[in-house]
Nanobody
Framework: QVRLVESGGGLVQAGDSLRLSCVASGSSFRSATVAWFRQPPGKEREFVAGMFRNYGRTTYTDSVKDRFTISRDNAKNTIFLQMNSLKPEDTAIYYC???????????????????WGQGTRVTVSS
C-alpha cells in the first residue's frame, strides 16, 4: 500500500521561503510521476508543480514559475517543493501526489493521481 507523508508547512510572512517534503513508501518510487497540488481556502484543488517519472520533465503552474522548485531524491523516496518569495495568495493546504502509470499529458490533472498525502498547511501573511 502506497503512503505519502508531507511535512514542512507553517505560518510565514510574505517574501519568506519554505521547503515542503513528502516521503513515500510502498511504491515503485523511481518510476512514478510526482506532483504537488494545493487547495486555497474556499477554492478547488489546483496543480502547482510536477515531475514526470524518474527525474523527467518538470512543469509548473504559471503563478509559481521562478519561485517554486520541485525536486526528488530517489534514494530517500522523497519529493520536495522549495517555495521562495512566498505571497499571501500562496496560502493553501499543499498535497503531494504520486502515480505509477500516469501519462505526461495528464500531469496537471488531480483526478489522474492514485495516491495522495494528508496535506500540509501553508499560511503566508502580508
Amino acid at each position: 500500500q502506497v503512503r505519502l507523508v508531507e511535512s514542512g508547512g507553517g505560518l510565514v510572512q510574505a517574501g519568506d521561503s519554505l521547503r515542503l517534503s513528502c516521503v513515500a513508501s510502498g511504491s515503485s518510487f523511481r518510476s512514478a510521476t510526482v506532483a504537488w497540488f494545493r487547495q486555497p481556502p474556499g477554492k478547488e484543488r489546483e496543480f502547482v508543480a510536477g515531475m514526470f517519472r524518474n527525474y523527467g520533465r518538470t512543469t509548473y503552474t504559471d503563478s509559481v514559475k521562478d519561485r517554486f522548485t520541485i525536486s526528488r531524491d530517489n534514494a530517500k523516496n522523497t519529493i520536495f517543493l522549495q517555495m521562495n518569495s512566498l505571497k499571501p495568495e500562496d496560502t493553501a493546504i499543499y498535497y503531494c501526489a504520486l502515480d505509477e502509470r500516469l501519462i505526461l499529458s495528464s500531469l496537471r490533472l488531480h483526478t489522474e493521481y492514485d495516491h495522495w498525502g494528508q496535506g500540509t498547511r501553508v499560511t503566508v501573511s502580508s
